[in-house]
């Protein structure tokens, strides 16, 4: 299938044995017979998942498995771990050795991948880049040391399998005495669950422009409608901005939305109500994943402050909020307390507000608290733009920056890419440590923004604002103006520093782009399939320009290595992350020791944002123009 643009899903095509098969699930979730909805009762509901310690002795086996499970009270084709959706938990302890045997008992090709965890390349379990993929029938034996501790989780990298339930949580329990104090715990694993095919919400998007959006959105061409109203440069970015923030709105918030998903927490729907038990007085570490395929999450326990410990499985300085957005591929885990012997609703809404998850906490099971109204999809104007006016200010006085902008350089390798460099201003010396390096890039103070530059990223992209801002404090677009207090990235600290933040001495620019008329997204306006290898140099600290020329969020994921995202405070308290959410005409930088030797994946994690070619290899080598590292051992 030529739709197909990433490197993870070999033998994609729709072959006769995956005709049968959408066709077996078009018939079970489609044509309800009595028959089928009498034996409907007997199917076992999704949400009984285990938990299982693979740092036991003797490890743990999986086994991935197709089966019709209950959900939403309808029979649902879905990929099983052990039987169960989401898979069970993994428990496994620091500084151990965890074994896991993978089992494939399905008739195509599967995959695990242990999402933010540290390992050794060829256990990272991507296929085409990292391994070969578990054939059918087959059995893949993942070992690897636990060098880290926290909440994360795991899913196949196997064609749009995770958007069929094949994901769980992962728990690292800290070798040392956790610094967060907690009397009980709850996984909490969101998602999103499509009764239709994955392959087919695929070739909708693929066909229709916006297809689950329930407005169909106009794609003008805003360069030219500013030119032909007559606008001045400001006044056409303002609107540019405006414009983005209103489409984003009302169209282009999510591509796949509650018009195919139902959305689940455990498994289950908002209606089945997944409780969890605490009592008053307790306290209540909630570990949050989101397992989502597309769906981001506003997370918030009415009545009740939430105080984040832990990002991306990483300890940070605690920060007491009432509601946080999750993006796809994200875990936060927040401690909160119950005064009294009531219940309350966990309420995950989407981003889109299409539609929410919803659990209840509470000191027995059955009880339930409200749920809450549905906001509205927001409509900002001009004068809730405040940040974005203030952004544009200071962009004004920046000294040096390119606004010229001679990008014709977009293609080939985009590390050289000469023409795109940020210009930093001029640097204070106090703010730089003592071990900087001669050719140390700046690590406070960053610039405020950058220009996109004309459209001549090709095909693959339409660029829709001149300028990608620091949208550090800016909780996202329909959160934050409501008087709830939200989590921002540039509330995160990292409790303890890690041992390098030497400031890094190169630096990548990676516009995010895509193409909503015929689904395209890539990088540099390039998808997978036409790109080249990204290469990190072993040893190097090497910065990251995330560059958002799209209107929509892109959690951008590195295997293998940390990403240290700029945060805008003290260098050494910058958190560290998996995945970082870049927001639309965002500009976010992040800083990575190069000290993971092999091939890596680096992706948006949009489930059909890669799939169409947001992806980049990337090899660790030893001089740029070298191998990778792994080559020649
Ligand atoms: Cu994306």
Redo the contacts with the bound molecule.
């Keep these: 299938m030529k739709d197909d643009d990433a490197p993870h899903n070999p033998g994609s095509g729709l072959t006769r044995r995956r005709f049968l098969l959408t066709g077996a699930t078009a018939l079970a979730g489609l044509t309800l017979s009595p028959k089928l909805l009498a034996s409907e009762g007997d199917l076992e509901p999704a949400g009984d998942f285990g938990e299982l310690d693979a740092t036991a002795p003797g490890g743990i086996d999986l086994y991935i498995e197709r089966k019709t499970l209950r959900i939403d009270g309808l029979p649902g084709r879905a990929i099983t771990i052990n039987g169960s959706v989401p898979g069970p938990t993994i428990r496994m302890t620091e500084g151990e050795e965890a074994v896991i045997r993978v089992h494939n008992r399905m008739r195509e090709a599967t995959s695990i991948h242990w999402h933010g965890i540290l390992l050794p390349f060829d256990m990272d379990g991507v296929p085409g880049i990292s391994f070969a993929g578990i054939a059918p029938g087959e059995t893949f034996t993942y070992r690897f040391r636990l060098r880290q501790n926290g909440t994360y989780w795991y899913h196949s990298h196997s064609g749009l399998q995770e958007q069929m339930g094949h994901y769980g949580q992962l728990i690292v329990e800290p070798r040392d005495e956790d610094p967060v104090d907690y009397d009980v715990e709850h996984t909490l694993v969101l998602s999103d669950w499509t009764f239709e095919d994955p392959t087919t919400v695929y070739k909708k998007l693929k066909s229709f422009e916006g297809y689950y959006n329930f407005q169909r959105p106009t794609l003008a061409n805003l360069r030219q409608q500013a030119d032909a109203t007559d606008q001045g440069l400001g006044e056409a970015i303002g609107s540019r901005l405006q414009w983005n923030r209103m489409r984003m709105d009302s169209t282009d918030i999510a591509d796949v939305t509650g018009a195919t998903y139902s959305y689940l927490l455990n498994g289950r729907t908002a209606r089945e109500n997944p409780t969890f038990i605490a009592g008053p007085g307790e306290r209540v570490r909630l570990r949050l994943t989101n397992a989502s395929a597309m769906t981001y999450f506003d997370v918030r326990i009415p009545g009740l402050a939430m105080t984040v410990v832990q990002a991306d499985g990483q300890n940070v300085e605690p920060v007491e909020v009432d509601e946080l957005r999750i993006a796809v591929a994200e875990t936060y885990d927040v401690i909160v307390t119950l005064p009294d012997a009531r219940a309350y609703t966990i309420f995950a809404e989407t981003m889109d507000r299409s539609g929410y998850a919803r659990g209840t906490l509470a000191p027995q099971q059955g009880m339930s608290a409200p749920i809450p109204e549905r906001r509205t999809r927001p409509l900002l104007t001009m004068a809730d733009m405040g940040m974005m006016h203030g952004d544009m200010e200071s962009m004004e006085g920046m000294e040096g920056m390119d606004h010229g902008g001679d990008h014709s350089a977009h293609g080939g390798d985009e590390a050289s890419d000469s023409k795109d460099k940020i210009r930093y201003p001029p640097h204070d010396e106090h703010n730089v440590s003592s071990v900087a390096h001669r050719h140390a890039l700046p690590v406070t103070d960053l610039p405020m923004s950058v220009p996109h530059g004309p459209d001549d990223h090709g095909a693959g992209s339409i660029t829709m604002a001149e300028n990608a801002y620091r949208q550090l404090d800016d909780p996202g677009v329909g959160l934050g103006d409501d008087g709830r207090r939200v989590l921002t990235y540039s509330q995160l600290r990292i409790l303890e520093t890690p041992p390098d933040r030497r400031p890094p001495t190169r630096e990548i620019n990676l516009h995010?782009t895509?193409n909503m008329h015929n689904y395209i997204?890539g990088f540099n306006g390039k998808k997978w399939s036409e790109s080249e290898m990204l290469r990190f140099k072993y040893g190097e600290r090497l910065r990251i320009n995330f560059i958002n020329d799209t209107m929509?969020n892109?959690?951008m994921h590195l295997h293998g290595m940390w990403m240290d995202l700029y945060a805008g405070h003290d260098y050494g308290k910058n958190p560290r992350k998996h995945t970082v959410n870049v927001q639309p005409a965002e500009l976010l930088t992040v800083d990575i020791s190069v000290d993971a030797p092999g091939q890596w994946a680096f992706h948006?994690h949009?489930l059909y944002?890669m799939k169409a070619g947001?992806f980049r290899t990337v090899a660790v080598v030893r001089d740029l123009k070298g191998e990778p590292i792994y080559a020649d051992r």
């Design positions: 995010l895509g997204w929509m892109h959690p948006c949009l944002h947001m």
